[in-house]
């Protein structure tokens, strides 16, 4: 006998009870799904190197041959005893970025600035607004140069995309890929698709690139592509940390003995008052990651490993666009220092080197 209550079938009732159950049971389950998750068992046993740092100031500043000002995105190699230090400036009345190359017997200086960049936007393409945050490898006897291109407002590039130069010598010339962009980052808001770091592990190049104010990885076969986006690997902190704001993308990594070891940007808010730092300007330190394969990263207790300089110094307002060289257990950790003179902002490319 079928029982009804209030004109209502009572199978009909259970079969409403069960959906919820089920809608209940799949929320859950999607919540747990999205919490982040914790470190695997492995990295508990990770020695994270215990660094000494040494500030060693600005290494080069403008003006330069063709620039005038803003020198960012620094990054080095090494080749038959020489040092190539790669970085981007803005030439005078231009409101672009272009790519340069200065060489050094020593990976502390002193540099010299070849007289003109090595590469430059293109009117009317991809890359009409500026090219910068160049990553060179050489594989092969061949020279590769990642590097991000951006695109004027109302472009498929306009947030920033990545390109691919080659050459038979460090310091060119300089052969863009006949099909860029290679690759288009995932970027949100205000934010740009800067290009962090390339390296080549075995027989795959990892790109750790900006995206979502966060650190974001790509990886591929060869240094052309196909290119496929692995999603965040390295996030801002909790509110009221140093680096709550963001985590920029261009970081320096290196695989070094068996770890990849990440040095990235932290930004926040200038807590008031603090003078020095105009309202509503981000303040940038460094922090310091290892990571077993690139994609799940341990962050350092320490962070920030290296602070802004005393009022004045080059580095006072805020250090960012981060790149590692190394040699031996030695890292030169190249940046971007920023300060405010007369409420005039200046850049430069410091260094600093960390021992263990």
Same mark, same amino acid.
């Given at each position: 006998?079928?029982?009804?209550?209030?004109?209502?079938?009572?199978?009909?009732? /259970?079969?409403?009870?069960?959906?919820? /159950?089920?809608?209940? /049971?799949?929320?859950?389950?999607?919540?747990?799904?999205? !919490?982040? $998750?914790?470190?695997?068992?492995?990295?508990?046993?990770?020695?994270?190197?215990?660094?000494?740092?040494?500030?060693?100031?600005?290494?080069?500043?403008?003006?330069?041959?063709?620039?005038?000002?803003?020198?960012?995105?620094?990054?080095?190699?090494?080749?038959?005893? @020489?040092?190539?230090?790669?970085?981007?400036? =803005?030439?005078?009345?231009?409101?672009?970025?272009?790519?340069?190359?200065?060489?050094?017997?020593?990976?502390?200086?002193?540099?010299?600035?070849?007289?003109?960049?090595? !590469?430059?936007?293109?009117?009317?393409?991809?890359?009409?607004?500026?090219?910068?945050?160049?990553?060179?490898?050489?594989?092969?006897?061949?020279?590769?140069?990642?590097?991000?291109?951006?695109?004027?407002?109302?472009?498929?590039?306009?947030?920033? #995309?990545?390109?691919?130069?080659?050459?038979?010598?460090?310091?060119?010339?300089?052969?863009?890929?006949?099909? @860029?962009?290679?690759?288009?980052?995932?970027?949100?808001?205000?934010? =740009?698709?800067?290009?962090?770091?390339?390296?080549?592990?075995? @027989?795959?190049?990892?790109?750790?690139?900006?995206?979502?104010?966060?650190?974001?990885?790509?990886?591929?076969?060869?240094?052309?592509?196909?290119?496929?986006?692995?999603?965040?690997?390295?996030?801002?902190?909790? $509110?009221?940390?140093?680096?709550?704001? #963001?985590? /920029?993308?261009?970081?320096?990594?290196?695989?070094?003995?068996?770890?990849?070891?990440?040095?990235?940007s932290g930004m926040r808010l200038p807590a008031s008052p603090e003078p020095e730092f105009p309202v509503g300007e981000l303040?940038?330190?460094?922090?310091?990651?290892?990571?077993?394969?690139?994609?799940?990263?341990?962050?350092?207790?320490?962070?920030?490993?290296?602070?802004?300089?005393?009022?004045?110094?080059?580095?006072?307002?805020?250090? =960012?666009?981060v790149s590692i060289f190394t040699k031996d257990n030695t890292f030169y950790i190249y940046y971007m220092g920023m300060r405010?003179?007369? #409420?005039? =902002?200046?850049?430069?490319?410091? !260094?600093?080197?960390?021992?263990?």
């Amino acid at each position: 006998m079928i029982h009804h209550f209030q004109g209502v079938k009572w199978h009909v009732v /259970l079969i409403m009870l069960l959906v919820l /159950l089920s809608i209940g /049971l799949f929320w859950y389950v999607q919540k747990e799904v999205v !919490l982040p $998750p914790k470190e695997p068992p492995e990295y508990e046993y990770i020695n994270i190197p215990d660094f000494t740092f040494l500030k060693v100031g600005p290494v080069l500043k403008a003006p330069i041959a063709w620039a005038n000002d803003y020198l960012e995105d620094p990054m080095m190699i090494e080749y038959k005893g @020489n040092y190539y230090l790669y970085f981007c400036a =803005r030439p005078p009345n231009a409101d672009v970025y272009r790519i340069g190359v200065a060489t050094s017997k020593s990976p502390t200086g002193p540099w010299t600035v070849a007289a003109d960049p090595i !590469l430059s936007e293109v009117a009317g393409s991809w890359e009409s607004a500026f090219v910068s945050s160049p990553y060179v490898l050489m594989v092969n006897e061949t020279f590769y140069m990642w590097y991000t291109g951006q695109g004027k407002t109302g472009s498929s590039t306009e947030k920033g #995309a990545i390109g691919l130069a080659t050459a038979s010598s460090p310091v060119g010339p300089w052969t863009k890929y006949g099909i @860029n962009p290679i690759f288009i980052p995932k970027v949100t808001g205000r934010e =740009r698709g800067w290009l962090g770091s390339v390296q080549k592990i075995n @027989n795959t190049y990892y790109m750790w690139y900006g995206g979502e104010w966060a650190v974001r990885l790509a990886t591929a076969p060869t240094p052309e592509g196909p290119w496929t986006d692995q999603g965040i690997v390295l996030s801002r902190g909790k $509110p009221g940390t140093w680096e709550y704001q #963001a985590v /920029l993308g261009e970081s320096g990594v290196v695989y070094h003995q068996g770890l990849f070891h990440m040095f990235y940007s932290g930004m926040r808010l200038p807590a008031s008052p603090e003078p020095e730092f105009p309202v509503g300007e981000l303040i940038g330190e460094i922090g310091y990651a290892v990571s077993l394969d690139g994609r799940t990263w341990l962050k350092s207790s320490l962070n920030p490993v290296i602070k802004n300089g005393a009022a004045g110094e080059a580095d006072s307002y805020s250090l =960012r666009c981060v790149s590692i060289f190394t040699k031996d257990n030695t890292f030169y950790i190249y940046y971007m220092g920023m300060r405010h003179v007369d #409420a005039i =902002r200046e850049e430069s490319i410091c !260094l600093a080197i960390a021992t263990y």
